[in-house]
Nanobody
Framework: QVQLVESGGGLVQPGGSLRLSCAAS????????IGWFRQAPGKEREKVSC???????YYDNSVSGRFTISRDSAKNMVFLQMTYLKPEDTAVYYC??????????????????????WGQGTQVTAAA
């Protein structure tokens, strides 16, 4: 059975940091590009960051310079280090398998796989 399980969410003050983890079982993340997405109450899901099988990264403009995505093949995990958190970062964060590609005009892009895998999400709240 394939599972992606997120962890590491919590409540943090604005300006604080959290590290999210995405652990996989039943599949090797070495064969997948992985992305982080988030959804705030009443809002549509949005893309946060992606990492390719060989370490190429994508960041949404809203998190670029504050968040860092990484992967650890030995642990079969992907991480999202979040720093300088803002109240607008508050959301449920999900990891998922993604498609990634590069264009001359837009650079690196990613989107969820049409028949991919998703985790159950972890809540991140940045509030005083």
């Amino acid at each position: 059975q394939v599972q992606l399980v997120e962890s590491g969410g919590g409540l943090v003050q604005p300006g604080g940091s959290l590290r999210l983890s995405c652990a996989a079982s039943g599949l090797s993340l070495d064969y997948y590009h992985i992305g982080w997405f988030r959804q705030a109450p009443g809002k549509e899901r949005e893309k946060v960051s992606c990492i390719s099988r060989d370490g190429i990264t994508y960041y949404d403009n809203s998190v670029s310079g504050r968040f860092t995505i990484s992967r650890d093949s030995a642990k079969n995990m992907v991480f999202l280090q979040m720093t300088y958190l803002k109240p607008e970062d508050t959301a449920v964060y999900y990891c998922a398998t993604v498609d990634m590609w590069r264009t001359l005009k837009y650079g690196t892009e990613c989107r969820p796989q049409s028949s991919g895998y998703w985790g159950q999400g972890t809540q991140v709240t940045a509030a005083a």
